[in-house]
Each structure stands twice: as C-alpha cells, then as structure tokens.
C-alpha cells in the first residue's frame, strides 16, 4: 500500500470520529462526565507517549537534535497562539451570541482538523510506524474533542443532528491539510523532521495545558488513581505500538 492510501485511509478514520455524537442521538446519553474522564485520561497518556517515544525520537535520529528541540518549543508557542485566538478546544464563554459562538467554534475546529491532516501526512512521510503512531494518538485526542465540540454546538443553539453534519464539515478539513502537505513536503523532505517536531510540541501542550487541567478540577483519591492509571495505560498503547509495529 502506498504512503498516499496510509495517509488517506487514516485521515478518514480520524475525520469519522467528528460523528461519535451520534452516540448520545441513538442511546438518549445525557450526561458524558464518567465516559469523558476515561477518554480524556487516555489521551493524555497517548499523546505524551507518542510525543516522547516516538515523534521525538524518531526526529532526533534524522535531524540535529538542537533544531528539534527549538522546533519542540516553535509547536508549543504555536498551539498556543491558535488556542487562544480560535478557541479550538474549549468555547465555553456562555455569555457569547449563540450564532457566533457557534460559529467561531466551527471555525477553530476546522483550523484543529486541518492541521490534524498536515500531521498525519508529516508522519507518514517520515516512516509507517511513525504515521501510525500518530494516528493512533490522534484518534485518542479526537474521540473527546469531538464529543465536546458536539456539546458545545447544541448548547449553541444546533439540533442534534445539525451539529453531527456541521462537526462532520469541520472534519473533512483534514484531508486538505495531509494533501497540501503530502504534495508540498514530498519535495522537501529535509524539513519533514521539524514538522514532525513541531507536531510533538503541540501533543505535550494539549496534554499538558488542556486535557490534564480538566482531569484535575475534581480531587478525589480514587480518581486520581483511576487517572493514573488510565494515563499509563495510554503511554502502554503507544509503547506496545512503537515495539510491535515496526518498518
């Protein structure tokens, strides 16, 4: 199979997820707390794991490791920036106008998943193993990210199913971005090492600085070891992955 069909096959899966709101339409869920703290600790486990052994590694080995870490913080700074200007994980300002808020909504999403794209193609190009890993960390990231953008669109003011085929939308964003950058990039693979650098800073500051924050706003001991756990379980996935799936 081609590096094009890993890509593509893989952007598909990770757009499909924009319609796992469809769960709360077909099994009448009300309230996602417990189903969100299990995907939400997963995933922080997932996208360190694949940040840390896998994406980094794999950069260092083909790049100057200085330059690696300098485009590490460049990722970091830049989820930043988009974060803040696009509202791209959590549009929870109840104070906005229903079609604005909707909308800004929709538009960091599509930014979000663009870039998902460009990640996904960047891996693929470096090595299979690499795109899988990634994919698989973004997979992990999405499932709540997209549950919540799901709930943010029908607060908004969206039926149910309008905010399924909107989300839907923003999702398919991603196969522009791993074209624009399977087309671009392949005639500079030089560069292909920093971009998959840059996507591992942006893996350690949604873990860091998004997801984890929600896990802790509720201390229990429980709880705390339940995360632990489950974030453990996470880096395991990817561990398994990186030794089992190899070139």
Request: with cysteine.
């Amino acid at each position: 199979m081609s590096t094009l069909s890993h890509i593509l096959i893989s952007v598909f899966i990770v757009s499909a997820i924009s319609l796992i709101g469809i769960v709360t339409v077909l099994f009448k869920i009300k309230s996602l707390d417990k189903l969100f703290f299990v995907l939400v600790s997963f995933a922080v486990g997932a996208l360190l794991g694949a940040a840390f052994l896998d994406l980094l590694p794999e950069s260092i080995k083909a790049a100057e490791p200085f330059w690696v870490f300098v485009c590490v913080l460049i990722g970091i700074l830049f989820f930043l920036l988009m974060e803040s200007f696009l509202y791209w994980y959590h549009c929870h300002d109840r104070e906005c106008k229903v079609h604005e808020f909707n909308y800004l909504c929709l538009m960091g999403a599509s930014i979000h998943n663009f870039f998902d794209g460009v990640i996904i193609a960047a891996t693929y190009m470096s090595g299979a193993s690499i795109g899988f890993i990634a994919t698989i960390a973004i997979i992990f990231h999405e499932i709540p990210r997209e549950l919540g953008d799901y709930g943010i669109l029908v607060f908004g003011g969206f039926s149910k199913w309008k905010a399924l085929f909107y989300n839907f939308l923003t999702a398919i964003t991603a196969f522009a971005g791993a074209l624009c950058a399977y087309f671009f990039l392949d005639k500079f693979k030089t560069y292909i090492p920093y971009l998959v650098s840059i996507a591992a800073g942006g893996f350690i500051y949604i873990s860091l600085t998004d997801l984890i924050p929600e896990l802790g706003k509720k201390k229990m001991l429980s709880r705390s070891l339940a995360q632990f756990g489950l974030i453990a379980l996470g880096i395991g996935v990817i561990l398994a992955g990186k030794i089992f799936f190899k070139e």
